[in-house]
Each structure stands twice: as C-alpha cells, then as structure tokens.
C-alpha cells in the first residue's frame, strides 16, 4: 500500500504519491489514487525499454506491478474495472476512469513485445497472459512451481501400520475436558486422529482449524509418532524442523510441543527428541543470504537435510516464501503445514494456505471441535468463517456469558460513555499490573498484563492504537511513576532480537526490584525470565495493540474496537482474527452496520493457485 494515505492532491507537485511525468492514461489513475507513483515508474520504465507505445498496455503493466503490493497474484484484467480500489477513508468515484474496453485491451496484451501469452516456458518477458490474468512473470513461475512441488509430495509413505495403530491408541487419551461445540454422537479427538495418521502416512499434509482445536497438540503427535515410526524400523530417528513465518509463532510452537511432550505416553527416548527440539523462522531456517532478499542458502541445488520440515502458522506465509520452502524440502522428505486459513493472510502475495484448503484432498484435514472458547465466541467465530451475517448478529443478541457487544461507533466522542466496559477492563487490568510490579511480582504481572488486552484495527486516528494508548495512560494518569521504565510499564517488542529470544509481538512488563531499580519480565515455556531494561532493542507501551500484531496470541478477555465501515482493513479476516483473541472473554465495540459489513468482505486475493492443484 501507499506510504500516504488517500488520493494524490494533484495541486501539490511536490505530494509523494504523484508521478509527476506520468503519460496521460497513467497519470489519470495515479491522480485518483489507483495507481502509486512507484507502479507508473516501473510501467513506463518497461515501456521505454521494449519500446512499447500504447498507453494501455503501460496501464496494465502498472496494475499487475500494483497487484502483489495489495496482496494478489495477478490482476484480472477482465474485471478490475469493477474490483479495483483506493487507499482512502473518503469515497471516490472509480467509474470516470478511461478504462479500456476488455476485448480491445487483452487483444493488445496477446501483441505486445512486454507480454508472454498462455502456461508454455518459450519465452520470458516481464509480464504474462494466461485467459484474463496478468502476472508479473516473477509470481506466474511462482505459482507454477508451488503448484508442482506440492503434486511431488503428494505421494504415500511406507510406514508400520501396527506400530501407527498402536501409537494413536496411546498419545489420544481421554480428555478431562470435552470440548465445547462436540456433537454427543461424535467423537472429540477423530479429526486429529485423521490428521495424525495422515501427516505419518503421507508426505505432504495440512492440518487446518481456527484456534482451540488442537494443532500444536497434533504436531507433536505427529513428531512421536514418527519418531515410533523409525524406532520400529530400526532406523535414526528423523531429523525434525519445527518453524513458522515470524519469531513470535516460532516460540509459541516450540513451547507448545515441549508443553504437550511431557503429556504423552510415549517412551523416554521419543519424549526426550520432543523436548530436544527447538523452532526457528523459515527466513533462519531457509538460511539467510547477505547478497538478496528473495533466495535462501538452501533450494533447489542446496536441500534441506531434515527429513521433516512442520510449519506452523502458514496462513502468514506468502507464495514467494512458499515457493522458497516448497523447493528446498527433499523430495524423500514430509512436509506438514499447520494453521488457520480463516485468518489474516501474508501482507505480501498471496493467500496459500486457503487456496490448499480450498484446493482439498487426501492430505488435507480441517480441525473442527474446539476446546477453548465458551458456547458465544465459537457460535461467533463460526458465524463470521462461513460468512453468515445474521448467524454472527443472533450470536451477538443472544446474552452468552463470554460476549458483550457494544453497538456503538468507537470513533464518535459521543460513544464514549457506552465504551465504560472497555475503560473499566483495560484500568483494572492495568491496575493489577502495577501493584504486582511494584511488589517485584514479575509472575503474576505477566499473569495479570494478559487478563485483558484492547485491540484496535488502525494504528492510528480516531480508531487507532496510538489513541487509545494515550486514552488507557490518561485513566491511569495518577497511578503511573515518572520515567520510561516505571515498574507496571506494558512492553511490545517491535522487532526480533535473537540474542534476547525476544520477538516482534512478544509482551512483556517492567517490574521493580531492589534498591530502586526495575528489569523487564517476559514469559518463556512457562518460565519468566528477566532482561535489563537497557539490553532491549525496539519497545513500545502495550495498552492497546493492533489486530495484527495479536496474531498467534490469545488474552483472558479482549476488547476488539471496530473501524468506520469505510475502512479498508474492515475485512471478514480482521474480524475473525480479532474475535478468536479472547479466550474466556469477548467484548465487541462497532455498529451492526460495521459488523455486517466486516462478514461480508472477505479478502479476496486473485490467485490461481487453488486452480492448479
């Protein structure tokens, strides 16, 4: 997305969203706020060097560079006259644009010296035409090769099916606790059965489910399970790479396996393996290379060396880093992706994990029973998954225990009285936090700084973290101690340190210790563990956090404060990702009219991904 907000103020010559020697065609779109100045210079660069002149095929070759900055594959050239967008709060009139005519147009692209037309590998050219879509030529082989590589793996693997039967028997025991939206005919544990017993039959699975439903506690069945598998056979035990897109997600699922490792029944040697092992982000995983930002240590010519490589989170991941990972696994080796396609996508190209859910077959298992949330946050998370409007404002009305709804716009000053819940929740909370850290009580200040959390969909304006970070400190003005370090003091890692093991999302508290002086406490497996203020890098106070930054986190009650309607993150993502934080709590700030409008947005990512597999 543009830096800027909004449309280009074609008075200003100086306004950075400007191109300011955009041709006609292309300074129309960059005007209104279509196009950015950066899409009209790469256009017109690729014009001027395959001496292309018609200023449609230039508008084209803008849109498709513009495509993978807002997250599509491709731009359907067929239809982006109905579908295209601005970055603006403030509406704008999209259908006074000279839009060509499509028939006229694509007959242009099939003739153009920028353009390779239909799948065959004959020629390379910047852009690629295959029926409507336009690719830049980067993301088209992308898309082919993830699409490939996938079908490779899709094969079976010879395994011992009594060893895998008894197994199953022994790590799925009884649970305590039924989950909370199981069918009494049904039984609780059989999709992760299923899923268990394909990731060890197959060599490429995917275990899919909204929170709660027991992915990380399947992964780590899946890694007994193999490790069995080799046991019985007499054979090493698998080399096992655990990782996810962010740092954050990394620590969750090395937590997570280690946590659910001491539960099985399971032979000290295979508990010991699980315990043994660490995850990593892909980037470390894949190798970093000081010479580009786009390829890895480990490809094609360079694989991997584990025998199974389990992702963890993948809705994040792009199909350029798909691509990357799909690649540089063995073709002898598994690959297991986990996570929730219901969830906010990778800010780059690309919405991978739905197009495979979507996609279907054998290896896929979708998690449905949920052991977390209470009756009101699964019937509302169910209700915005599947789109169903009225499911999600009956859910809303219905006086569940663990959801309160406030139908107000939490933009309008006159609103505030009716957001007393909010104010209420985020001061208490804050309040336990401070008398814990002023008592040097680093692990129930942890305990306490996760009981309740306001997440916003902005960072900024009226609906925005920054305001209602300033709000929260407001309320607690007279109980705050001077200084940037006061003990009760809400830390947001903004940036991966892995020296400290502290990653971007990562929250912590300053607590006060002895003779005056404070440390910062963070939560690791369980285990609290204390830095010098003065160690850390990139901090922020945490009153209140964006959406997605709480991705792969979860709080004892949220408060999610909706945008206006017109906001173009109001996405049926958003609201999910938001809803599935709280965890015995859930209030909801925003009118119906913004919910409704939320449900019915989906993110619609062009990608032709799903088709191909």
């Keep these: 997305m543009s830096a800027v907000a909004g449309s280009p103020r074609p008075d200003d010559p100086y306004d950075v969203r400007r191109a300011r020697h955009a041709p006609g065609l292309l300074r129309a779109f960059n ?55 601005v970055e603006s709060e403030e509406p704008v009139d999209l259908t006074t644009l000279p839009w060509p005519e499509v028939e006229t147009w694509t007959r242009a692209l099939q003739a153009s010296p920028l353009v390779a037309v239909g799948e065959e590998f004959a020629e390379s050219r910047p852009l690629r035409l295959v029926g409507n879509a336009l690719y830049l030529d980067r993301y088209w082989r992308e898309e082919r090769q993830v699409a490939a590589d996938l079908q490779a793996l899709g094969g079976q693997q010879s395994i011992d099916e009594a060893v895998l039967a008894d197994g199953i028997a022994r790590v799925f025991l009884p649970r305590s606790v039924e989950p909370q939206n199981a069918p009494a005919a049904d039984t609780p544990d059989a999709l992760q059965r299923a899923a268990v017993a394909t990731a060890v039959r197959r060599r490429f699975a995917v275990v899919a489910g909204g929170p709660g439903t027991g992915k990380t506690t399947t992964v780590a069945r899946i890694v007994a399970l193999l490790a069995e598998q080799a046991e019985a056979a007499g054979a090493p035990a698998p080399l096992i790479a655990l990782a996810a897109p962010t ?92 996570g929730d396609p219901g969830q906010l996508t990778s800010i780059e190209a690309g919405a991978v994990l739905g197009d495979i859910v979507r996609a279907g077959g054998d290896g896929v298992v979708v998690l449905e029973h949920v052991y977390r949330y209470g009756k009101g946050i699964d019937e509302l998370a169910a209700g915005i998954r599947t789109g169903d409007q009225d499911a999600v404002i009956a859910a809303l009305k219905a006086g569940h225990e663990d959801v309160s709804w406030i139908p107000v716009d939490v933009g309008d000053p006159a609103s505030q009285a009716a957001l007393a819940p909010v104010r209420d929740g985020a001061v208490s909370a804050a309040r336990a936090v401070i008398a814990a850290a002023r008592a040097g009580d680093a692990d129930t200040a942890i305990k306490a700084l996760g009981a309740f959390r306001v997440l916003c969909a902005h960072r900024r304006g009226a609906y925005g973290v920054s305001v209602w970070t300033a709000r929260i400190e407001a309320w607690l003005a007279g109980e705050l101690e001077r200084g940037r370090w ?15 093991r502290l990653y971007n999302g990562d929250t912590g508290v300053v607590v006060a210790t002895e003779h005056g002086r404070t440390t910062a406490a963070f939560e690791r497996q369980g285990e609290v563990v204390l830095f010098p203020p003065a160690r850390l890098g990139a901090v922020d106070t945490v009153y209140a956090m964006t959406v997605h930054k709480s991705q792969g986190s979860q709080f004892g009650t949220a408060a999610v404060l909706l945008p206006a309607v017109t906001s173009q993150v109001l996405t049926r993502e958003l609201l999910y990702t938001a809803v599935t934080r709280a965890q015995s709590h859930l209030i909801l700030a925003g009118t119906e009219e913004t919910i409704r409008a939320a449900v019915a947005r989906p993110v619609a990512r062009a990608s032709g991904l799903g088709g191909r597999l």
């Design 486 to 500: 006061y003990p009760g003091r809400p830390l947001l890692v903004t940036e991966n340190d892995y020296g400290l």
């Design 247 to 338: 740092g954050k997600a990394a620590a969750r699922l090395e937590e997570a396996v280690h946590a659910e490792a001491a539960k099985l029944d399971v032979s000290s040697s295979v508990r010991d393996a699980l315990l043994a092992l660490n995850a990593s982000t892909l980037h470390r995983l894949l190798g970093w290379r000081p010479d580009s930002h786009s390829r890895f240590r480990h490809n094609r010519g360079n694989r991997l060396p584990h025998d199974v490589v389990i992702v963890d989170e993948t809705s994040m991941v792009s199909l350029s880093l798909m691509a990357r990972l799909v690649e540089a696994v063995r073709p002898q080796a598994r690959l297991v992706l986990v």
């Design 31 to 85: 005007d209104i706020g279509v196009l950015a100045a950066a899409d009209v210079h790469v256009a017109v660069r690729l014009a001027t060097i395959t001496g292309e002149t018609d200023e449609t095929i230039a508008l084209a070759a803008a849109l498709a560079v513009r495509a993978p900055r807002l997250g599509h594959v491709f731009v359907d050239i067929a239809t982006i006259h109905e579908t295209a967008t």
